[in-house]
């Protein structure tokens, strides 16, 4: 069971109950206190009987899903769940809804807040609604009781709205997390429409922004997120004002005048301006923080550290990433993810570099030999380190020219050189405590062009090219060919845990005889407790 005192999840009838006042067909929906999903996961596969006037139809149980299409936006404040929901491919828009400041439009509200913050919740709610549903899920006593300021103002926009109330008793008592506590469901229609004066006082006038905003958009100092944050505000206030501005007077200039974005604009769309106006704002929302994010993330000294799995999956980031408000506080909570999983992170990329100089270059499916040493494993006797001398593909012969020679035979290094061997400098460079390096590709190409082969130079390496398109790589420091090799059997689990911050007399047999194997006693205890990467300052992100 969860260690969250304030989550009840909602159970499957209570939902149904919710979901059978919903009087419309969403097609965005808000979650603002979603726990593990349960409510979403309903939604989506809620079944209700069409609307038939026809016998045959009601006795042979016809049913559709009337929300199986929704956008669905979820918030949650605890981590745990935030976890569960990404798991579940959910959409996190925010962590805190009673902070929430974001612009979304939405269609549908539905919600079963802490029983103790609900009135804050659907206040909360209310606010943010400009035209659409709230279903909600409140402690009965809220409404029954209302001893406090708050719980007076909800009763008055309760009252003012229309607001339908069931009281329900035992509506938890079969749940996950059983309580005998009286709910209340509210049902709360809001029909408004863009031409009337919610946007009256709407005019030019925009939060004023420094002019010498820098253009180094790196994470790195509070004051950079502030003026980030405070661009991407503005840009959505203009762009909220130049969208509504337009719809309110559609009717007039529809046939001169369209957003370059506007969607199915025909002579008939006009009909509906409010869902078209709410359409266009999430879009137009959606594009600037996609935007946004991309140059928030985009942090040099991450990426540049990167290899390329690792900015794939980073993209993918991104793009999740994006769908969630762009605030100081979830700028932040990302950059504290970052760094707690950054070192992972850089064991990741050594272990696909490992993986590229033994497994991924197979022939005739054996390991190269020449690349490997073998050693007792810790959990495996097929334990196996590197090699001082690697041998690597870098491309194959054709009938005409390969990675390093031309279409005469003169040596020449091809654009294949840099792709290869980009993410091996990049991770070997994780033990070098040296800000820059020649790469082996620099290297490579500069001897070839004097048609020189053998003995290059780089920071790391020296190599040998060969015509049949392999190179021979060399590590030059064999410190960090020691580091590498630990960090990645450490990260194979052919090593214990913690090989390197043991004392050797307090190793046991089997790990002295490990450790034999591996480096030998006289390296092991020289090195005991030193740093298996290179102290640099990795990552400068605020938090």
């Not at 696909?352 to 499916?365: A, N, P, Q, V």
């Not at 097929?382 to 001082?388: L, M, N, R, T, V």
């Not at 040296?434 to 920071?459: F, H, M, N, W």
Request: aromatic share 12%; charged share 30%; proline share 3%.
């Amino acid at each position: 069971m969860l260690n969250n005192k304030t989550f009840y999840p909602t159970p499957d009838d209570l939902i149904d109950r919710m979901l059978a006042k919903i009087k419309n067909t969403p097609t965005t929906v808000l979650d603002p206190q979603a726990g593990d999903g349960a409510i979403v996961e309903r939604m989506k596969a809620y079944y209700k009987p069409a609307d038939t006037e026809d016998e045959d139809d009601r006795r042979n149980h016809h049913f559709w899903r009337k929300f199986e299409h929704c956008d669905y936006s979820c918030i949650e404040i605890d981590e745990t769940l935030q976890a569960v929901l990404r798991g579940k491919r959910f959409k996190i828009l925010d962590t805190d809804f009673l902070k929430y400041s974001g612009p979304d439009k939405f269609d549908l509200i539905i919600m079963n807040p802490p029983f103790d913050t609900g009135d804050l919740h659907l206040l909360k709610a209310l606010e943010i609604m400009y035209r659409g549903e709230i279903s909600c899920v409140l402690n009965a006593e809220t409404l029954r009781n209302p001893y406090s300021n708050i719980r007076k103002e909800l009763g008055k926009k309760l009252r003012d709205l229309n607001a339908e109330i069931e009281y329900v008793q035992n509506a938890f008592m079969d749940a996950e997390r059983p309580t005998g506590v009286e709910i209340a469901l509210v049902y709360i229609n809001i029909k408004r429409q863009v031409e009337e004066d919610l946007f009256a006082d709407a005019n030019d006038t925009t939060t004023k922004v420094e002019p010498d905003l820098r253009e180094k958009y790196e994470v790195s100092t509070g004051k950079t997120i502030e003026e980030l944050v405070l661009e991407y505000n503005q840009i959505v206030e203009i762009g909220t004002e130049t969208i509504v501005g337009y719809y309110k007077n559609y009717r007039k200039i529809w046939k001169y005048i369209g957003l370059n974005k506007e969607v199915e604009r025909h002579a008939t769309s006009h009909k509906d301006m409010t869902a078209k106006m709410q359409s266009q704002l999430n879009e137009m929302l959606r594009v600037i923080r996609v935007d946004f994010w991309r140059r928030t993330l985009d942090i040099p000294d991450v990426k540049s550290r990167m290899t390329t799995k690792k900015r794939n999956e980073f993209e993918s980031q991104i793009q999740e990433r994006s769908q969630m408000d762009f605030t100081e506080s979830n700028i932040r909570q990302f950059a504290i993810n970052l760094i707690k999983n950054y070192e992972q992170m850089m064991v990741d990329a050594v272990l696909e570099i490992f993986d590229l100089f033994t497994i991924k270059h197979c022939y005739s499916g054996n390991v190269v030999e020449e690349n490997i040493h073998y050693f007792s494993g810790w959990k495996t006797n097929k334990a196996f380190k590197i090699a001082k001398k690697v041998i690597v593909p870098v491309g194959y012969l054709d009938k005409f020219c390969g990675p390093f020679t031309d279409y005469s035979g003169k040596w020449r290094a091809d654009y294949k050189v840099g792709e290869a061997t980009r993410d091996i400098d990049l991770v070997i460079s994780y033990f070098d405590a040296e800000p820059s390096y020649l790469s082996i590709a620099q290297a490579v190409g500069q001897c070839l062009e004097k048609q020189q082969s053998s003995r290059i130079d780089s920071t790391f390496f020296t190599s040998t090219v060969f015509k049949k398109g392999t190179i021979h790589l060399t590590f030059k420091d064999e410190d960090v060919l020691r580091r590498f090799n630990t960090v990645a059997c450490k990260g194979k689990n052919w090593l214990p845990c913690d090989y390197g911050d043991k004392p050797y007399r307090d190793c046991s047999e089997k790990e002295k005889e490990v450790i034999h194997s591996f480096e030998g006693a006289a390296s092991y205890i020289k090195n005991f407790g030193g740093q298996l990467f290179a102290k640099k300052d990795l990552l400068q992100i605020a938090a």
